[in-house]
């Protein structure tokens, strides 16, 4: 496994700065965000000086937006991303489905299963670029739980699995399950957190705003320890990429950059080393 952090923690910063920063800081890469002007020759030159790799390029947004200028948008920003992938010879797409607000969660799939299998899959295959499909509920998205993977799956047999365990503990599912029953679909992790904040929680009911929050890993309700036993278990040769959105420790770059550290420390003390 390879320890890599996602630009989006600091979004602000250019290519060759982060990329300095993840090699100074004994990470061996970068997930590349959206936030990322696809530059090739500056994201050439700045894994080049560094040494580090680009692990994934990763666009999660709402490509069945009601606005269709706006799901236009998503969609060429996907194919984009997929083209730099290719050219730069990064191996992995993350991207969502995509999730219709006028149909239900079920029924919204076959849409965003359309663009996936009849524009990224080809270009994608077309290229050398495997695709992956993120779990986080809120980006336009409903591949979010196992029954949904599974009829995913079924329909795009090509697709992988970029899997956040964080997204699956404030929806009170198993985060550690997945780790064995879609162990041959996991091509990339997330390593986020999430704290349940059981006085506000009794005091609002689900429903109600604030009861959780997204940690950096350690300071919320998972077991690093198993989560990383189970990977190697399943032997999974991928990157763990810390995704920053603690809202502790925003604020001001220190405070991003002290936590993408303890973050380091926390996962390569665990399984020894990056």
Not at 64 to 93: F, I, S, T, Y
Request: charge should be negative; glycine fraction near 10%; include cysteine.
């Amino acid at each position: 496994m390879r320890l890599t952090f996602h630009t989006n923690a600091l979004g602000s910063w250019a290519i060759g700065d982060l990329a300095r920063f993840a090699r100074q800081n004994g990470f061996s890469g970068l997930e590349v965000g959206p936030s990322i002007e696809l530059d090739y020759d500056a994201m050439s030159k700045a894994r080049q000086e560094s040494g580090i790799e680009y692990a994934c390029f990763t666009y999660c947004r709402n490509v069945l937006d009601v606005d269709p200028e706006v799901a236009a948008w998503h969609r060429q920003n996907v194919l984009d991303r997929v083209k730099m992938a290719g050219r730069l010879g990064v191996p992995l797409m993350v991207t969502a489905t995509g999730r219709a607000q006028n149909l239900p969660m079920e029924d919204s799939l076959a849409p965003g299963m359309e663009f996936i299998g009849e524009e990224v899959l080809p270009l994608a295959r077309e290229l050398g670029v495997k695709v992956a499909i993120e779990n986080c509920p809120a980006i336009g998205n409903v591949a979010v739980s196992p029954f949904m993977w599974r009829r995913l799956f079924e329909g795009l047999p090509e697709l992988s699995l970029a899997y956040d365990p964080s997204h699956l503990v404030w929806q009170f599912m198993d985060p550690y399950r997945p780790l064995v029953d879609f162990a041959g679909r996991i091509v990339h992790v997330h390593a986020k957190d999430t704290e349940i904040l059981e006085h506000r929680l009794n005091d609002t009911g689900i429903e109600g705003q604030g009861w959780w929050r997204y940690r950096i890993p350690g300071w919320g309700q998972l077991n690093w320890t198993r989560i990383i036993s189970g990977l190697l278990e399943a032997g999974y040769t991928g990157a763990v990429s810390l995704e920053h959105e603690d809202p502790v420790w925003e604020g001001s770059d220190e405070k991003v950059t002290h936590a993408l550290r303890l973050g380091h420390r926390l996962l390569t003390g665990i399984w020894g080393t990056d």
